[in-house]
Structure formats: C-alpha cells, structure tokens
C-alpha cells in the first residue's frame, strides 16, 4: 500500500527540502514508515547523507521540440540536485532511475565525469549544426558537487575551444569561479546567463532552497558577471501565489541595481509527484497559507494543480495569471529591464581545433 504522506524522522532529513520519499511513479512497490514493536521509529537517525554514483551515458547533449522553450538542446552534468529546491519541477526524473523524486532526488547524485569528452565527440561529428547549448535547464550545474568535481568548468573549456555559444541558469555565485573562460567567450558573443533569485527573504529561501546559496550570494553573481561582461538576468522561478509573489518588484529592482540587463519568471509548476511533495512541503512549513496558495495556483491552472499545455505551464491562464504578467511588464519597463533575449549569441565561429593526432592544413 502506497503511503504518500509518510515523511522520514525530522532529524535525519534537516537541512533538505523533501519531507518524505515516496516510491517513484514507476516502481511496483511503495516505501511506508512503519515500527516493528520494538520502537524502532523512536530513536531519531543518523542525518541523511548524500551519496555519488558515476553515470556511464554515452550521449551528453540532450535534444527538445518544446515550442515554449527557447533552446533545442542542453547538458546536464548532474542527475539529482543537492539544492534540495522543494519546489523544484526535475524531481520526477528520479523516478526514470527507480528512486523517488522525493529525499533521493536531493541526496542520491549521479555524475557524468565522461562528459566533457562525450561533448567533444559529438561537435566533430560530421552532421552537426551548431546552436546555442543550455545548461541549468534541469538540475543546477554549479550545486555543491561541482566546487569538487568541476565537470561543468571541464564543459565550458570544451565549448570555449570550439566557439560553441553556451547559455546558463543557475543559483550559485560557484559560476563566478569561471569568469576566466566566460568573460572571453561573452566578448565572442559565446555566453550569457541567468540567475535564479526566489526572494531576498533568508528564512523563506532557507525552508524552500536549503542548501542553494543565500539570496544575497545570487544578486553577487548577477553583479560580479555584469562587471566581466557578461551579460546577465535575474530569473524570478517560480513565482508563488501568497508565498513570494509580493517581492517580485523588490526582486527585479534589486536585480537591475546588481548590473542585470535582462529577466523572466516562471509560475510555479507542479508536475507529477511535485503535486503531493509540494502539499506536504506547504503544510509542514506555512500550514496558515497553504488552502490560499493551492487556490491561486488552481485558478491559474484551469481548476488543477497544474495545467501542462504548451504556452500554458510557465504563465498559467486567468485573472492572477493577467495580473501577475502586468506587474512584470510594468517593473520591467520602471528598472529598465528586458523581458526578451536580447542578447543574441553567435554561431557563426563555430570550428572544431585540431584534434591530437590531425594533420595540419598547409593552406
């Protein structure tokens, strides 16, 4: 028997942003907490740890059709994000590996350490078109993890000697340690990123983004990127009725005196088992705004928790929806901010270097 609402002992999940870690919607067996007579729920366990396993993919760019998305293809060195967002819409991904989109999404990572040769292979390919490559669109590449492993660093050196153009969305001020080879490529018309900022509110980013960094380390990275030319937005995602929503002009404004050129928002999402992780984060943490919250986000999704139409799922549809994208516009146009990628990357000087071993060209 399933049991959703199950939540692991609170001393073993602090510092994390799931509250349980139900079964993924794949497996046939469910996970339930339950005492075998001799108190075994009693003692509070050890702390969750977070644990690494290589992933062996033999393929790094990923490819997408979505009409609503501005990029046809991305790499994500991470499966899993230790961020731990509780909101966060790649948690059912877990799911496709056997574990839950729940505690394991945030405590059970997988690497790609092939990556960057993986990357390699597939631009000398002989078919290959060269277009923008995302990074960030699932899981963060500068979590925790990559301070150690710098995978996502090893990825920009790959695509900064190919002239490949590179967009990033993160949380992380990490993303200032690789000024060295964004800045260069930013001159080339090569990159540009984004920068997730939820709410300047500590105690709200604490509960909801545990282990990302501080709502202050973010405006930094915005700030630290504009200074080294790179160009850079402020992403305000999602947007969350009665929780942040009233912050979306202090967030913008802030942004935009931190060097920010550009922004967007997402209305929050909730996919397939985010719907009941969400519900619980809701009620363990804000329990007196949770029926208002699940209101607006019905109104907005068409009397659902989520609407998933193409155009649909990132604005979401009727009078908060109109409102929310009328506060937007007016704070973009009053702190001088676009709502569009103005910054167009260039393609144009894409060329595979000299592979070791290649003869050279005598023209």
């Known amino acids: 028997m399933q049991d959703d609402t199950a939540r692991q002992h609170p001393a073993a999940r602090r510092g994390r942003g799931a509250g349980s870690n ?4 794949y497996e046939r067996q469910q996970r339930v907490a339950m005492d075998d007579g001799w108190g075994s729920l009693d003692a509070p366990p050890p702390p969750l740890k977070t644990t690494v396993t290589r992933d062996s993919s033999r393929s790094v760019i990923t490819r997408n059709q979505s009409p609503d998305i501005g990029f046809d293809r991305s790499i994500n060195p991470y499966r899993g994000c230790e961020h731990g967002c509780a909101y966060c819409f790649a948690r059912p991904t ?9 505690l394991d999404f945030e405590s059970r990572l997988f690497v790609k350490p092939d990556a960057p040769a993986l990357l390699e292979r597939e631009l000398r390919r002989p078919g290959y078109r060269c277009q923008p490559i995302a990074m960030g669109t699932n899981t963060d590449p500068y979590q925790p993890l990559e ?11 790959v695509l900064a000697a190919f002239n490949h153009p590179v967009t990033i969305v993160t949380k992380s001020n990490l993303i200032l340690r690789d000024l060295d080879i964004l800045a260069p490529m930013a001159k080339r018309g090569l990159a540009r990123a984004a920068v997730s900022v939820t709410t300047v509110e500590r105690g709200l980013a604490r509960r909801m983004e545990p282990r990302a960094p501080t709502p202050e380390r973010r405006l930094e990275a915005i700030r630290g990127l504009s200074q080294a030319g790179v160009p850079a937005a402020v992403m305000f995602a999602p947007v969350i009725p009665a929780l942040n929503d009233a912050e979306l002009e202090t967030i913008l404004r802030a942004a935009a005196q931190a060097g920010a050129s550009g922004t967007g928002y997402v209305l929050l999402r909730l996919p397939l ?14 329990p007196e705004r949770a029926g208002r919250v699940m209101r607006h986000i019905s109104e907005a999704s068409g009397g659902k928790d989520y609407d998933a139409r193409f155009g649909v799922r990132q604005v979401g549809t009727g009078p908060y929806a109109r409102l929310l994208k009328r506060r937007f516009q ?3 146009r009053r702190f001088g901010l676009s709502d569009r990628e103005d910054v167009a990357l260039k393609t144009a000087a ?14």
């Open 94 to 102: 877990h799911a496709w590996l056997g574990l839950s989109p729940g």
């Open 330 to 332: 007016v704070a973009c």
């Open 22 to 25: 139900a079964s993924g919607r």
């Open 147 to 157: 301070r150690k492993l710098k995978v996502t660093r090893r990825l920009l050196e």
């Open 273 to 286: 088992e985010i719907k009941q992780l969400w519900r619980e984060w809701l009620e363990e943490h804000y």
């Open 350 to 363: 894409f060329a595979p270097p000299p592979a070791a071993g290649d003869q050279l060209s005598l023209l």
